[in-house]
């Protein structure tokens, strides 16, 4: 199974930008649609994110539509996040699931990476 690693994380401040990479680290994600997916402390992990194997389709939470944008390759899915605001801090995550009709709700998921924080603060 492809295993995958998030990267990019950090502290920022509101309305700054950040962008986060998921990467395999062991087999490729050509054959995989692939989510991001955050949770913040005291709430259920969300989908924030979702791209189809072939990049051609893209589901957003409303929340992040129109400020936040995946994109994918064969090896990286990246999320490049902008305006960010503090209800945006969470643990991120990404995760493989096999090209079934598009869906970005974590029960569709499997084989999750260790998560990456990111962290919006004055």
């Known amino acids: 199974q492809v295993q995958l690693v998030e990267s990019g994380g950090g502290l920022v401040r509101p309305g700054d930008s950040l962008t986060l990479s998921c990467t395999a680290s062991r087999g490729n994600l050509e054959w995989y649609a692939v989510g991001w997916f955050r949770q913040a402390p005291g709430k259920e992990r969300e989908g924030v994110a979702c791209?189809?194997?072939?990049?051609?389709g893209t589901i957003y939470a409303d929340s992040v539509n129109g400020r936040f944008t995946i994109m994918k390759d064969k090896n990286t899915v990246t999320l490049q996040m902008k305006g960010l605001d503090p209800e945006d801090a969470a643990v991120y995550y990404c995760?493989?699931?096999?090209?079934?009709?598009?869906?970005?709700?974590?029960?569709?998921?499997?084989?999750w990476g260790q998560g990456i924080q990111v962290t919006v603060s004055s």
């Open positions: 995760a493989p699931r096999l090209p079934l009709a598009l869906r970005c709700v974590r029960t569709d998921y499997d084989y």
């Open positions: 791209i189809t194997r072939t990049d051609r």
